[in-house]
Structures are given as C-alpha cells and as structure tokens.
C-alpha cells in the first residue's frame, strides 16, 4: 500500500515521550526499515540517542528534512504537524500523525488498526490509492475507550457512552512526567513543589483536563472523544459525553465508561465479546478485588478491561458499566501509530492488528 | 431535643483520622461542652492529645464508657458502632455513628443537615421524640454528591445519577494516608515501595475502591451511593450508578457527575441554584482553567462545584453534568457529624446548615 519493505523512517519529535516510545517499538517489534532520520527542534538537535546497538544524533527539523523518506512518523504537535507534514507528503512520505491536527480532514483517515483498519485500504485516501498522504492518529482517551467499547457496539449498537478519565501525565508530554516525580521528590525533602510545567501541585492531588474549555463548557479533550468516535465509528448518532480529568499517574489512561445499548447484553456475553476482541485484556477478579489499575497496563500493549457489569441505572438490561486502562504512550499514541505502519507494510491487512 | 445546653461528649475511635477531625472542629466551631472523654482501644489508651490548651488522655473503650455521657460520636468501624452504640443509648447518650453499620435501620434517621435535617425533629425517631437513640452519618461520597445534586433534585428532579469518584486516602483511615506519604518518600529515596496498609503500589496509581464486590458487580462503596441516596431523598425512584475509584490524595474526594434531570434545566439556572445551596461554593471559571481540586477542598467546610454543563448526550436539554470536591474528614464525616450536633443542640434547626 505504499510503503517499500524496509522503508526509510523519520521521526519528528524524536526526543519527546512519544517519539522515545515510537523508537523503542520499531525495535521491539523488529520493523523492517532501511534507515531512520531522528528529527527535533534546534533546541534539540545534536541529542544522540541509542538505537539497536548504533547511537543516531538527532537532526533539526527543516522543510528539507524527508528527502528520500517514506514513512514519517509526527509527534511534536499540531502546529509542527500543520507546518511540516505537507512538506513530508510533497517529499513522497506518508505521514501518521499523532497530533489533532488532520484527525477531522476528510480527506485523512482517523485510524485504529483494529477498529477501521480497512480505511487504510478504501480509495477515499491517498493511502488506500497508493500515493503519499496523511493518516491521523486519534486521541489516546478516544483510542482507549473505543478499544473496551467497540466490541459491544458491533455487537448490538452503542447509544451512549459516559466517560470519565483518570488520566495520566504522559498525555501532556514527559515534561510534566518529570514534574510529577520532581515533585514527589520535593515532598520526601520538605520543598516547595517545583510547579514549572504544571503551574500547580499535582501531586496529591487531581484537575480538570487544562485543555480550553469552550462555550458549551466542554474541555478540548472532551469534544475530541466525542468527535473522534463519530469518525472512527462512521456514526454520528452515538450519543458521548466525558468528563476529562488529570490524575497523578505516569503513563497509563484508566476510563470509567457507562454505556447504553440500543439492546440488552447480558455479562457472559460482553465477557465473551471483550475477551475476543484483538489487543483487549480483561482483568476481573471480583472475589480478589483485582481490576486493570494504570501500573499494570504500563508498558503493556494490551488494554486491560475490568468492573463488567449490567448498569442498574439503565432500564431493561440495556446498561453496561466498565473500566479500562491503557497505556497512553503506548496503545494511546506511538504503538497505534506502529501498528497503522505495520497495516501499511503488510500484505494481507490482518497483520496491524 | 434531648441534648443539654452543655453536653459532655465522648469521641469513640479518638485518635483515627475522623476521631482527631471531630476533636478540632468541636474547638473550632466552639461547641458548648461540659467535658470530653476520648474512647479508643486498649492500644491507643493512655495517648495524650491536645484540646483547647489542655491535654486529654485516651481511655479504653468498654461498655461502661458512657456513664454520665449525653453524645457519642462514633467513629470507630462497624464492628465497634455495632457493639457498643447500644451500651451508649443504655446509658442515656444520643449517638452520632460514622460508619455503616446503622444507615439502613428504619428507626435511624441518615441525616445530611442541609438536606434531612427536618428528620431529626420527626418523631419516627427516638431522637425527634426527645429520647436517646442513634443518627447515621451517611457515607462520605454519597454525602458529597447530594450537596452539590440535592438542588437540583429539588427543583426539578433527578431521574438517573452515574458517578465515577476519584477518592482519597482518608476515607480508608489515617494508616493509608501516612502509606501514601510514606510511598512518595520510598520513590524519592529509590527504596521498594511500603504496602502494609494498601498491599499495592499507590503512589502514581489509581485503583478500584477494595470493598467488597457483590453478585451484580457493584462494590460496597457504589451500593452506599445508591441507597443510602434513596434514603436521603426519600425517593426510591431515582436511579443510581457509580463507579468508586481511589486516587492517591490525601483528604479530599473528587466527583464527576453525570444527571438525568426530570425536566429541562439551563445552566443558568442550575448556577443559580448551586449559589444560593447552603454548604455549596461554586468554583467554575472557564477561561482561567480553574475547577474545583481536592487540594481546593480540603480542610474547607464547603463543597466546591464547578465543570457546570448541559450534558451534549442526554436529548432535551436534561442532561447535567458536574465536578465536585469535598474533604472527605470534614463533610464528608467529621463535619457532618458536628453539624447533626449542633441541630440538636439548636433552639431553630437553621442552625445546624
């Protein structure tokens, strides 16, 4: 579909918590490539960086940057991804980008393998008609929730969905990770939080997603659950609402989801489905009181699934409660983007998933 | 009704988290009392703890403990409410019980002031006919969600309530809250992690609240919120989900609230409401980013509320949802408490809210 066997690869925000992540799984996953270019800003160019066995020296990032590139891999935000993707895709690389910057262009695919993998294919895209292109990478909470949810949906059609997020600060860059365990420090030594990235203690303490918050009183994280579901679902009817709140974890995402079905499905049954479903784990052991919690889904490529119960808020059945937990470097953003890549690479479309 | 002008206090469970609450708000909020006898077990007797410049010493709980005593306050555990309440209405003592053990005893009234208060003058119960008997303290995030929904309720009906919590330590005891800190100082000095108390990592985790999970799925702490909400309101009709989740805070719980209302509410209105709600401080600055934390909230009376929205994802204008903060050992339990005391202490029942 586009990409040679063993494409030539660029990172862009290669020193970031997500590039050091989409790094790690080329060479976790043994992914076939001729070469990699590892891109920043000036600020962090002349960084070298251990790569199986080789140490590569990180390139400032400059329109010129995808000569002879075929595959880019974006995760330094939107405004890098606005300004220096299309020069990728001019340069004849296909870009996954992990920012929210293409993910409501029509004429970019929104894509989680396992989800809609098949839109990598569809001639609606420049991937699908084998030219260079953009493919977005949703948003971590979006891909977490859709991977313990879509099983169902299939199944029996979602009307609702409620999220709340317990989300860690991976999200925000390993910058605030570093905070977060500065200021565990600072505790331990009796000083000041150091409060440079976060502007306030987040140890100890929990807040409201900082993205904007618009007029309807929905935070930026929020809309793009809702608006991402509709894409990636192809459905506008399903109903979402979420309340995205910052907890003090490292790297993983947990999410309280309550579900309406348009109908009933009993627990064996969405057991049965989520136990079937590609890169779906459940945890849920009632009598040990074990459930997914972020330090087991750390690391993991899996998203662990627990707390499977009929909703007793929901009439006729129609309920269904759950948490999931994901790792948000990983599944939610880098491993996704690896995994659209593998799809790309693959002969027959199962292999992404 | 039934308290003298002066009572003389026993606090049972003395040197526990909640026990050390009641203590300093009975200073604080300069409650009349004759004396104070501190209760505890055999090993926390003899523990000095200080009180208005003097120094009190804890004695052993037995149950000849309440001679000459007008108002217990328990808060010790089921097991030892269980036990021991009845020796103190035995001994002439109007007890105020913390834990569960009462809460859904038809003859015991579960009291929020601001919301029940009138309970405590009805005479279905010893306390409303002068006579000595026991009041229930409902549970602390049940408490918390009803301060900020019980308006609404009144205005226009709640139809169906999901929470999802975001729980502090405190509501397991003090011996989680010193883990807790004793796990930042762990990862500060790179030991193994200290788990006698939680039996997990904490620190940089969150987990799903370790009581009990019944046949349906639900745990301990999510049925509370759905009865003890029934019996708050009086009303069996509403419908209630939750989803308890333990965060690593010190003292204050979070809530995310999403609402089914009877009837269309604006956000407008449900402002207004929350303004004039006694107990309630409404904390909603969209453009700065600033909602309510559980550091806000804690060691505060009120109940912060803020993240006030329409919910996009319930048809008709009657979706509703919320974000609350409210510390857990003061309205949450030792407050609430103090408070139900001073209702009864009160010629006119305004005083207690």
């Not at 935000?77 to 340069?91: D, E």
């Not at 570093?178 to 150091?194: H, I, K, S, V």
């Not at 009933?264 to 074990?290: C, K, Q, S, T």
């Not at 990983?330 to 790309?344: F, M, P, S, T, V």
Request: hydrophobic share 40%; glycine share 8%.
């Amino acid at each position: 579909m586009g990409l040679p066997e063993r494409p030539r690869i660029a990172i862009v925000g290669a020193t970031g918590a997500v590039g050091r992540e989409l790094l790690s799984l080329l060479e976790e996953r043994r992914f076939p490539c001729a070469a990699i270019r590892l891109l920043a800003s000036s600020r962090s160019a002349g960084t070298a960086i251990r790569h199986g066995g080789e140490s590569i020296v990180v390139e400032e990032l400059t329109e010129r940057s995808f000569e002879g590139i075929d595959l880019a891999l974006f995760s330094a935000g939107g405004s890098i991804s606005r300004r220096f993707a299309p020069a990728a895709v001019a340069a004849g690389a296909t870009v996954i980008d992990n920012s929210s910057c293409f993910r409501m262009n029509d004429d970019v695919p929104l894509v989680v393998p396992e989800i809609n993998g098949d839109e990598l294919a569809s001639n609606r895209f420049a991937v699908g008609r084998g030219e260079a292109g953009i493919i977005a990478n949703p948003n971590c909470s979006t891909i977490i929730a859709l991977m313990a949810v879509t099983p169902l949906h299939r199944a029996v059609g979602v009307r609702r969905m409620v999220v709340s997020t317990y989300q860690a600060a991976s999200g925000a860059g390993a910058a605030l990770m570093a905070e977060l365990e500065q200021q565990a420090r600072d505790y331990a030594e009796g000083r000041p939080y150091t409060t440079d990235i976060c502007g306030r203690q987040y140890l100890f303490n929990v807040f409201s997603h900082d993205s904007p918050v618009g007029d309807d009183g929905y935070n930026e994280e929020e809309r793009k659950l809702l608006r991402e579901t509709h894409r990636i679902w192809n459905d506008d009817n399903v109903r979402v609402s979420a309340t995205c709140v910052r907890v003090p974890v490292l790297r993983a995402h947990a999410e309280a989801i309550h579900l309406t079905l348009d109908a009933p499905l009993d627990e064996a049954a969405i057991r049965g489905l989520l136990d079937e479903a590609p890169g779906v784990r459940v945890l849920d052991d009632r009598a040990a009181n074990r459930f997914p919690e972020p330090i087991d889904a750390a690391g993991r490529d899996e998203v662990l699934v627990g707390r499977i119960r009929t909703d007793v808020s929901e009439p006729d059945g129609r309920g269904v409660a759950l948490f999931a937990c994901g790792d948000q470097l990983r599944k939610g953003a880098a491993l996704n983007a690896i995994q659209i890549a593998e799809w790309l690479l693959a002969d027959e479309p199962a292999r992404g998933a």
